[in-house]
């Protein structure tokens, strides 16, 4: 059974700090996606990432993937409020689009 | 692209009804759709996979006789919730397979959910 965990699930920070998103996941996956979600809202892509090493970024926002280690982070820089939502890593099985989503991250940006 | 649409985007009803909520991909054709329920402060659950002229695959623990689901054509997808009662209250989001989003990989991409109230 594919186990995705984030942490922290809750992160309060003040605005222009910055902060790592963690998403640890237990079995061999094609891809790994990072959302966003705003209150009653539905999932905004952020990013996919496909393989070892790939990095992405979009503006304050940068995710990596390290496949041998399973993990992911998401980092966020120089954090504004507009940034305050919930993240979402999921991931897929390989062979498989089913998603397996982490807990979320309710992350709040102070200013 | 890759726009995916859901209808009604809330509904309220009465305790023992049934509520039909429609997923359309709607630049994209979708193989495959995905209903998810989400309860609040929770993450998503996936509830079953909807592949097109055939049966849908449900999860473990979800009752396939109260959530019907029909995938009929390439972009339409179907979830009733059949006899709904109070706890089958909670956010339903949609998404579908496509490939023609801005991921620009084989991916799901998802409906701006439906949030169902029972009284």
């Known amino acids: 059974e594919l186990k995705v965990e984030q942490n922290p699930l809750f992160l309060s920070m003040q605005e222009g700090k910055n902060y790592t998103i963690y998403c640890n996941y237990s079995?061999?996956?094609?891809?790994l996606y990072w959302y966003r979600q705003d209150p009653g809202k539905s999932l905004e892509s952020l990013f996919v990432?496909?393989?070892?090493?790939a990095v992405k970024q979009e503006g304050r926002l940068m995710a990596s993937l390290d496949t041998k280690a399973r993990l992911s982070t998401l980092h966020i820089t120089a954090a504004v409020h507009d940034l305050s939502a919930t993240y979402f890593c999921?991931?897929?099985?390989?062979?498989?689009?089913?998603?397996?989503f982490g807990k979320g991250t309710k992350l709040s940006v102070i200013p | 692209g890759a726009v995916v649409s859901q209808h009604p985007s809330w509904v309220i009803c009465k305790s023992g009804t049934s509520v039909k909520i429609e997923c359309r991909s709607l630049?994209?054709?979708?193989?495959?759709m995905f209903w998810y329920r989400q309860f609040p402060k929770q993450s998503l659950m996936l509830m079953a996979t909807?592949?097109?002229?055939?049966?849908?695959?449900?999860e473990q623990g979800v009752e396939k006789d109260k959530f019907l689901i029909n995938h009929a054509s390439l972009t339409l997808s179907t979830l009733t919730v059949t006899s709904a009662h109070p706890e089958d209250s909670s956010f339903y989001i949609c998404?579908?397979?496509?490939?023609?989003?801005?991921?620009?990989?084989?991916?799901?991409?998802f409906g701006p959910g439906t949030r169902l109230t029972v009284l």
């Open positions: 079995t061999t996956s094609d891809r």
């Open positions: 999921a991931v897929d099985l390989v062979g498989s689009y089913q998603l397996t």
């Open positions: 990432l496909l393989s070892n090493g």
């Open positions: 630049d994209f054709q979708a193989t495959t």
């Open positions: 998404s579908a397979e496509g490939t023609s989003g801005p991921l620009g990989t084989d991916t799901q991409y």
């Open positions: 909807s592949n097109e002229g055939s049966k849908a695959t449900y």
